[in-house]
């Protein structure tokens, strides 16, 4: 039973533009969340975070959205650079679980030049 | 300060033998996480352990997979005998109780043939 789920499974942008990955989940107990970026032959690393008492975080170029009635969140990278070209993992934790989190199955994007 | 290390970061095997993997976490990092990434999806956890106490092993398949944490510091994952099926990314994280999210190793990416 898949609760964090990335619909998208690569997306294409041109440089300069903007990239919005979404990340849908099913567990209403969720209430703190990440994106991970990976290159290929590395583990993920962590990109950015948000807790359920806000709606937004912001973090130079990365911003991500939550929106707790669609139980839906998005990051949004401006302007997008070919550096960016990664696979974004959204993870979902609820509180009490141990800092155990749930992973999406991953969004590739490419900026293209 | 050193990120999580991960040995071997390839190793291929024929199916019925037994592997096993290393992880040295950052230091102070009491918690430490094995997930396995299969093709194509997210990180799964496969076991987390608070200092030397392996307290969700709910995901580990226990007959054949093993796990140890001496001294709540390095931890060795094993497989034993190995299927085709084993054949995925072994990722192993760490993260400090004060934090929330983790950091990832670059894994191990295990081929049984």
């Known amino acids: 039973d898949q609760q964090v789920k990335q619909n998208s499974p690569s997306l294409s942008v041109q440089e300069g533009r903007i990239s919005i990955l979404n990340c849908d989940y099913t567990n209403s107990m969720f209430d703190y969340f990440l994106w991970y970026k990976k290159y290929p032959a590395e583990g993920p690393t962590f990109l950015i975070s948000?807790?359920?008492?806000?709606d937004k975080n912001e973090d130079g170029r990365f911003t991500v959205f939550l929106n707790k009635s669609a139980k839906h969140l998005s990051l949004h990278i401006v302007p997008s650079q070919p550096g960016d070209s990664a696979v974004y993992f959204c993870?979902?934790?609820?509180?009490?679980?141990?800092?155990?989190?749930?992973f999406g199955t991953g969004t590739s994007l490419t900026v293209i030049p | 300060e050193a990120g999580v290390v991960q040995s071997p970061r390839y190793k291929i095997i024929e199916k019925k033998q037994p592997v096993a993997f290393w992880c040295n976490p950052i230091s102070g990092h009491n918690t430490l996480y094995w997930y396995r990434q299969n093709l194509g999806q997210g990180p799964e956890l496969l076991i987390r352990?608070?200092?030397?106490?392996?307290?969700?092993d709910s995901q580990l398949p226990k007959d054949r997979f093993s796990a140890e944490r001496l001294k709540g510091v390095d931890s060795t994952l094993k497989i034993q005998p190995a299927e085709l099926g084993d054949s995925a990314v072994y990722l192993c994280?760490?993260?400090?109780?004060?934090?929330?999210?983790?950091?990832f190793g670059s894994g191990t990416r295990l081929t049984v043939v």
């Open positions: 994280a760490s993260s400090s109780t004060a934090l929330y999210g983790y950091t």
């Open positions: 948000i807790s359920s008492i806000k």
């Open positions: 352990y608070e200092n030397e106490e392996a307290v969700d």
């Open positions: 993870a979902a934790s609820a509180r009490g679980t141990g800092n155990q989190f749930y």
